[in-house]
């Protein structure tokens, strides 16, 4: 990996990222780009890294360090993360560089027409959060103690005569909700000039910040607040992010990723991940396999638009709203709808309406609990309703074209082939440390999917080349 790739375009990529007249010489990024390979290959920590570099001589040579030179400090390291791959358009920067390099090794080829026919494979994998997360109401609770505490501190006459919301229950989250309102206003409007001093202004704007937190998205984590909670079955929840992975069917190749927090489904970051490849002018898309989340309207439109042949078996209950233009998309791992705030249903039932030809509509209900505080409520929710229901029904001209299409033998046979994405997102969790995040927030989770994404590339097209 270290002579057969050309690592400049690095430099040129992160050049505008450092100041090029003043201050000391930084340390080469393509020499901490291969820090981040080495990391992602390893899965040490920062520190654990540097020490290795140390007396590992393949490392040196990897890095192209002589045998008596030191390592930066680790932080060094961490800086170039936040600091220098942040705002980049690293993942297809990475990702364009590596097909460039396939189609000069002749791991994949072009056509009579200049561009490379391919078939993409897609499908979203999760990253579990290093951090937990916590229940919303004894978080609530822990900060309004806190700041509770300095206001007698600083009032001890206020001692015991601000209500303490000790008897509200886990779900009693509402009148939580209610009770931190009206102690930030007394805290903002009794004790405003004590904001100046930070001993006092962190507490207030921590609890402030969890209130919003909480009407966005329920679940809170106090380490990692991109971070969300998704579901891999209705039964089954996890709390982080989620990756799109595009891939060519006959090389293997990643050839586009997008990351975002665990609560997305697997439709509309899909359809962009597609779309980019399409853009791509060197790449001709042919087909594209998918499974019941890639079946909804927007992708069989565009599909349609771009003379791409969708392998992607339709949900027989997927009708018109499944596109996400109302907000609610289907998470197909659980089986039902999420709302725009990323909230699961929590249970459907089937109606028949006698007086419309009998037609059949699968109605999806939400949380009462999520819907009684989501900054949603006045759109969602109307009349005297408690919660948030939303229904199914009549497919469109073409979902009824896929349902018949997915009984030839032809797209039977061409659906097994789904199974090579299965292996690819394996292989990023076993070898590239995509199982769990190794920083915190959804810019950082970018970064380390862009560099483990670029890393099996590269593997890949080193061990096709050493097989020819």
């Not at 520190?47 to 590992?56: F, G, I, Q, S, Y």
């Not at 206020?158 to 805290?187: C, Q």
């Not at 009407?215 to 969300?228: E, G, I, L, N």
């Amino acid at each position: 990996m270290r002579d057969e790739v050309d690592y400049s375009f690095i430099y040129d990529e992160l050049k505008d990222k450092y100041c090029q007249d003043n201050g000391r010489n930084a340390i080469n990024p393509i020499f901490l780009f291969k820090c981040l390979i080495l990391k992602t290959i390893s899965d040490l920590s920062d520190e654990d890294l540097m020490a290795e570099v140390k007396h590992n001589m393949a490392w040196k040579y990897f890095l192209d360090m002589n045998p008596e030179d030191m390592p930066p400090h680790p932080s060094t390291l961490c800086v170039f993360r936040r600091k220098r791959l942040v705002d980049s358009n690293l993942m297809d920067t990475l990702l364009n560089k590596t097909l460039q390099m396939a189609v000069e090794s002749g791991i994949v080829l072009r056509c009579a027409d200049g561009r490379v026919h391919i078939n993409v494979v897609i499908d979203g994998t999760h990253t579990v959060s290093s951090t937990g997360y916590h229940h919303p109401v004894p978080t609530l609770k822990g900060y309004t103690k806190k700041l509770r505490r300095l206001i007698y501190e600083y009032d001890p006459e206020m001692a015991g005569k601000i209500v303490s919301d000790k008897e509200y229950r886990e779900n009693d989250l509402s009148k939580e909700l209610k009770y931190v309102e009206d102690l930030l206003l007394l805290f903002g409007s009794s004790y405003g000039e004590l904001l100046k001093i930070p001993k006092f202004s962190r507490v207030y704007n921590r609890l402030g910040e969890l209130l919003d937190d909480v009407r966005d998205h329920y679940t809170v984590s106090t380490a990692d607040p991109d971070a969300r909670l998704g579901h891999k079955s209705a039964d089954t929840e996890f709390f982080g992010y989620k990756s799109q992975i595009a891939i060519d069917e006959h090389s293997g190749l990643i050839l586009g990723g997008l990351t975002t927090t665990g609560d997305v489904g697997d439709a509309l970051p899909g359809l962009e991940v597609l779309r980019h490849i399409v853009e791509n002018e060197a790449l001709k898309v042919e087909e594209v396999l998918g499974d019941t989340a890639f079946s909804g309207q927007p992708f069989l439109e565009f599909a349609a638009t771009n003379d791409i042949t969708m392998i992607s078996p339709a949900h027989p209950i997927l009708g018109r709203n499944i596109d996400g233009r109302d907000g609610f998309t289907f998470n197909k791992d659980a089986d039902m709808f999420c709302c725009p705030q990323g909230h699961l249903a929590v249970r459907k039932r089937t109606a028949v309406y006698r007086n419309d030809n009998n037609r059949r509509s699968v109605i999806y209900s939400f949380d009462p609990k999520h819907c009684s505080i989501c900054p949603c409520k006045g759109r969602c929710i109307t009349g005297n309703a408690k919660n948030r229901t939303f229904s199914v029904s009549e497919l469109t001209k073409e979902q009824k074209d896929l349902l018949d299409r997915q009984k030839t033998s032809y797209f039977q046979q061409r659906r097994r082939q789904r199974y090579k994405i299965e292996q690819t997102n394996a292989h990023l969790k076993q070898s590239y440390g995509m199982r769990q995040t190794k920083g915190k927030g959804l810019q950082m989770m970018t970064v380390q999917g862009a560099v483990a994404f670029f890393t099996h590339n590269i593997k890949l097209i080193l061990n096709k080349k050493a097989k020819n």
